[in-house]
């Protein structure tokens, strides 16, 4: 099992093992970013909207005690805005609060995309620069042979050259789809929270 690959990647040369490492990158950066969305309630929000709604009906504490200890997202933000309306802070510093607050969040929701994002660009980059210099040997070797060049050993020059191409976009589609996907969750994630927000500010104003 282990030999097929080596022979794999020697014949791509070092721009395959480069490819290599950054496939290995990719799958642990979209590991952790799966882990690290989970963990910080990114696709919860059933608290964070039950908050809101004992807000509006006038149930205070109670919408306080159902984002008390809460480790999601929009969690987090509502219990950030109730406790600087709860403070007593005039409105427009517990907007400024909650808007610092939600900035912070979507960071760290945000997080380890820009890394995604540099995959996408460089891996298909590197299978092509992987090609170009394979081609140049191919094309080498085809000038040392002179009249009794063979065509069959320039094609398979060729095709070897072009593995990196294929390695390189193989590497960068599942990035760029991670990539996409994830820039979802988190522009959802901010959403919500605008909505959350917005809807408890104007029940703490008609109150």
Known sequence: MIDPILSFLH?????????????????SLILWKLWGLARMGAFAGARAE?????????AREAAA???SG???????????????????LPEAKARE???RVARRLLVEARSGLRALELIAVIAPLLGLLGTVLGMID???????????????????GIWEALLTTA??????????VSLSWFESVAD????DMEDLATRLFLATEAG
């Not at 014949?11 to 799958?27: D, E, K, P, R, Y």
């Not at 809460?70 to 007593?88: D, H, K, N, S």
């Open 167 to 176: 390695a390189g976009m193989a590497v960068a589609i599942p990035a760029a």
């Open 97 to 99: 609060e909650t808007t």
């Open 11 to 27: 014949t791509g040369g070092a721009a395959m093992w480069a490819i290599a490492a950054l496939s290995v990158a990719t799958l």
């Open 65 to 67: 005690e159902a984002v």
């Open 138 to 156: 191919a094309f080498q070797a085809l000038q040392s042979a002179g009249s009794a060049a063979d065509p069959a050993d320039l094609a398979g």
């Open 70 to 88: 809460r480790v999601g997202l929009r969690a987090r933000l509502v219990g950030a805005a109730i406790g600087a309306l709860a403070r007593g």
């Open 50 to 58: 039950r908050a809101v709604r004992l807000w509006q009906e006038g």
């Open 188 to 191: 959802s994630a901010r959403a």
